[in-house]
């Protein structure tokens, strides 16, 4: 069936670039998103790409792509304590109607 | 701004006891979905609506049922808690392939 893996800690220093990954199984997904959760909240909507692009910018946030060997990944630019948080990638299945498919998460420690 | 709202944000209650979790979105979204999240899990699907009166499973639903007599609002029953059944629940919604929103969770302890 239909999985999403990502790795389930990363730690940096505050100042550097974060990078977190990400793959999938679903060759027919039409869209990757990447969801922000932090300590007893929910969780909220950080970007996401359609996937016919390779990349997608947004201020200190870079989404790549890789289709062919279905791999996301999500860099932080300057990461600041603020980013601490469990940060979600999540595939548009093709089974059921309007479910997304969730990675179990991936906890960013960001040290001063 | 876009709002999902869930009517706690923390719960106490006896097993046994049945329990209401309400969800309420103001996007007029069709879809509306239950996931309860675990440490190590992630989130797991437990039902979602894609219209008024209408369900489908999700990936978890044993011990749940879900109740949605408006377009707005959508409702997780809890007929008999049971203490595996403490968790983070996340209330979401969405229409066609926009994105999910989410609310703010209800953390629910089962004594």
């Known amino acids: 069936g239909e999985d999403v893996e990502q790795s389930l800690f990363l730690s940096v220093r505050e100042g550097d670039s974060s990078v977190i990954n990400c793959t999938y199984t679903?060759?027919?997904?039409?869209?990757l998103y990447w969801y922000k959760q932090e300590p007893g909240a929910g969780l909220q909507l950080l970007t996401y790409?359609?996937?016919?692009?390779d990349m997608k910018q947004d201020q200190r946030l870079t989404v790549l792509l890789n289709k062919k060997d279905k791999h996301l990944s999500l860099r932080i630019a300057d990461t600041q304590t603020g980013d601490s948080a469990i940060y979600f990638c999540?595939?548009?299945?093709?089974?059921?109607?309007?479910?997304?498919?969730f990675g179990k998460g991936t906890k960013l420690s960001v040290k001063p | 701004d876009v709002k999902v709202t869930q009517s706690s944000r923390y719960l106490v209650k006896r097993t046994g006891e049945k329990v209401f979790l309400e969800c309420v979105q103001d996007?007029?979204?069709?879809?509306m979905f239950w996931y309860r999240q675990d440490p190590g899990l992630g989130l797991r699907l437990i039902y979602f609506?894609?219209?008024?009166?209408?369900?489908e499973k999700g990936d978890i639903p044993e011990g749940y049922s879900v109740s949605r007599e408006k377009k707005e609002r959508f409702s997780l029953i809890l007929e008999s808690a049971s203490t595996n059944q403490t968790s983070m629940y996340l209330c979401?919604?969405?229409?066609?392939?926009?994105?999910?929103?989410f609310g703010p969770g209800t953390r629910l302890t089962v004594t």
């Open positions: 999540a595939e548009l299945g093709g089974g059921s109607q309007g479910n997304l498919i």
């Open positions: 979401a919604s969405d229409v066609g392939s926009d994105p999910l929103f």
């Open positions: 679903d060759s027919s997904s039409t869209y």
């Open positions: 790409i359609f996937s016919n692009m």
């Open positions: 996007m007029d979204h069709e879809n």
């Open positions: 609506s894609y219209d008024v009166k209408m369900k």
